[in-house]
């Protein structure tokens, strides 16, 4: 199984997209998760008539022929609906959702933003947006008006600045508890752009996955892939 996220596709980023594209015609896996923040942004499955959105989606079905491809939500593509999934051929992951493996081993994967419980304010926000209510109302505005307001939004983002070490990370307690509560002892999730391997207090195992950057200075971008044998690191980099 191989795992990916926070790759933020955007027309803006073509390097990055065309890394992506290339990983979903090669991955050698049983099954891709996408694991949140496939998309810079997504207000609403009709983005699949945009030529950049139908562009990926076309990507992401030719692939679906070949594996499975799962795709869990992120706090940037949240809004990814039913139309998205039958159109693409991905399957809908829920978050958090646990994976047992044929080889006796569980594994707990999320996005990873819900663990934040440190940066209170976008834990607010994040209650706010998942409220079907103020979906329903941003979705019954035009699709022009949805992409403006969102990429106003993450023009906003940007300039603010923020380095990822400056980022809340993940609430080590509550890792606990969710693993606890999973029956598992290994974690995998995204979110946090703090790539690596830590052991959480309870003496679980917490892997990160790095975003994707490929059209910068300082390109990035991993994948875990996890075997028998264990998760393993691999750095698209160079893919």
Do not use: K
């Not at 707990?108 to 109302?137: E, S």
Request: glycine share 8%; aromatic share 8%; hydrophobic share 45%.
């Amino acid at each position: 199984m191989a795992f990916i996220s926070d790759l933020h596709l955007s027309e803006d980023l073509p390097r990055t997209t065309a890394a992506f594209e290339q990983l979903l015609q090669t991955v050698q896996a049983d099954a891709l998760f996408i694991l949140g923040d496939l998309f810079e942004y997504w207000v609403g499955d009709d983005m699949l008539t945009l030529p950049f959105e139908a562009r990926c989606g076309q990507a992401l079905r030719s692939a679906t022929r070949r594996l499975p491809v799962h795709v869990l939500r992120g706090n940037r593509d949240f809004l990814l609906g039913e139309r998205f999934f039958t159109e693409t051929g991905c399957q809908d992951l829920a978050d958090p959702t646990v994976l047992r493996a044929g080889w006796g081993d569980s594994l707990l994967v999320t996005h990873g933003d819900a663990l934040c419980i440190g940066d209170t304010a976008y834990q607010q926000f994040r209650a706010q947006v998942r409220q079907p209510a103020w979906q329903a109302a941003l979705l019954a505005r035009p699709l022009e008006e949805r992409v403006a307001l969102a990429r106003q939004m993450r023009a906003a983002s940007r300039d603010g600045g923020r380095a990822p070490e400056s980022y809340v990370d993940a609430d080590a307690p509550l890792c606990d508890r969710w693993l606890a509560a999973a029956g598992a002892s290994l974690m995998i999730h995204g979110h946090t752009h703090r790539p690596g391997r830590d052991t959480l207090p309870g003496g679980a195992l917490r892997e990160v996955l790095s975003d994707w950057e490929l059209d910068q200075a300082e390109p990035r971008a991993d994948m875990l892939v996890w075997t028998a044998e264990g998760v393993r690191r691999e750095s698209l980099v160079h893919a």
